[in-house]
């Protein structure tokens, strides 16, 4: 018996987790999402009309921003097996305006985004994933977001705004917001929290805001036509750790996911699976990479960056091996 | 001013697609955030177990704190530097270090009871008890006296069996402190039960 073995043997014993405790942890996490819960910055907006891009049905690259409504709205999926979607160009949106200078204590900004707004976060420096600390959101709509019941009618730069604060239950976790019509279609919600909720600490910080034609750091110039952009969130630190995703609308479980890695991963066929599969050498862009075909008929990627880092692509069914090396060659 | 509404009542646990990966699932609940409850049904039991091994009674509110972190902090997630379930005991280590003197408290409890063996036994089983308590008591000591950095990682490892990767990415420090600490938690783990093998021989 080894220390590890004795511990596990002899240690302390775990406590039973009683179906009770485990449905009401469950509820209060269900509750957290519906009934308010995402972080004050996070609330859903538009709700009933959301606004996304969509990746047009040419071969030239064009945005267009559409207007989906849920339910009945969009037209059902294109049976399965048919045929694999035409690929086209797609354009990544611009990022928020910037907190210029970034203030004391923050770091960033990462990026994040729904369909409806993005998102620009500035986290404290030393701020774990999920511990209290101060933070800043620059969120942008392309239509006035939906507040809490709260909210104060005010005015910032001379045009109509809202102030509202949010009271959780960890006071860390407090947040003070401040949207207006920064301009036309352009709806800012600015939110702070820790030390940066507080009207005035949110004001000026609203008064530091410039524009910016940057786009995000891991882009997508390839999409299937009909797809828009689901989700991104920005590289750590290390420049590991993007994530952009695009998505079928009219089949919302089909999603392309692109991820950015600090170099290649080793065994890719066995890590990607579990188990040894083999793997497809292909090139990319002139550059080595490797393609694993799952049993489920998914497709895995990945490959270098020419910044050194790599890049994890995951397709799902449907797809030709030359359509997700075209994908691959799209990712930048 | 807007306050949380109350918890709602119990919900059916979402299903859990066959080969969706967790990375998959919180990319998802950035945009439908119900599929984060997904990641809650995957892991509350271990997460619970780690917890309740460490603070008692006391993973139950723990753990549910967890989630609710996680699921706060989900944007700062970072897919492909360490799996959801490092992400997650990360967040629970956390929690635990709030309670700190709690955790003391319960080993020393648990130390204390190893002295109380049962009467109604068989001789024989006695015995055996009576080693196998002493040895909790032993244990109890060692975790007790363990400075906190070097209980995470030595607790981490043994529990969830986390890899040294998971559990730097858990901890947010450098692999080879990892294993440094690990080596040195288990060498004084390893010291009490030596201590306490040595002196069974003398005394037999």
Redesign the interface.
Known sequence: MN??T???D??????P??ED????????????????????A?RPVGLRRRAVVVAAASAAVVVVVGIVAPGGGTPPPPPAGVEPPVLVGFDMPTLPPELNPIPVGVTGP?F????GWLAA?Y?GAD?????PGSSIYVKTHRTRPEG???GRDTTYAGKPAVV??????VPE?HSVSLTWERSPDQWIKLTGTGDFADERAVRALADTLVDTDKRLSLSISVAPAGWEL??F?GP?PDG??A?T?VRDPRA?DR?I?V????GLVPNYGEVVEGGPVPVVPVSVDGRPGDLVHLA?DRWMLQAPLPDGRAF?L?VPAGFTERQVVELAEGVG | MTTRNPPAGPVPPTESPPGVTDEHLIVESLTTPERFAVIFDRYAPVVHGYLSRRVGAMADDLMSETFLLAFRGRTGYTPGRAPVRAWLFGIATNLVRRHARDEERRYRAFGRAAGHAETTAELGEVAARVDALALRGVLADALAALPREDLDVLLLWTYPQLSYAEIAAALGVPLGTVRSRLHRARGKVRARLDDRRLSAEETA
Do not use: C, M, N
């Not at chain 1, 994040?112 to 369909?115: D, F, L, Q, V």
């Not at chain 1, 701020?127 to 511990?131: D, L």
């Open positions: 220390e590890f004795a511990l596990r002899h240690g302390p014993e775990p406590t987790l009683a405790v485990l449905a009401r942890a469950r509820a209060d996490l269900l509750a957290e999402i519906r009934a308010g819960a995402r972080p004050a996070d990462g994040t985004a729904e369909p976060v986290r701020q774990r994933p999920g511990a809490g019941d709260g509202e604060r949010v009271e959780q239950d976790f689901y989700a969130k750590g590991d750790g994530v995703s919302p999603v996911h991820s950015t890695t600090a489920d994890q995951q």
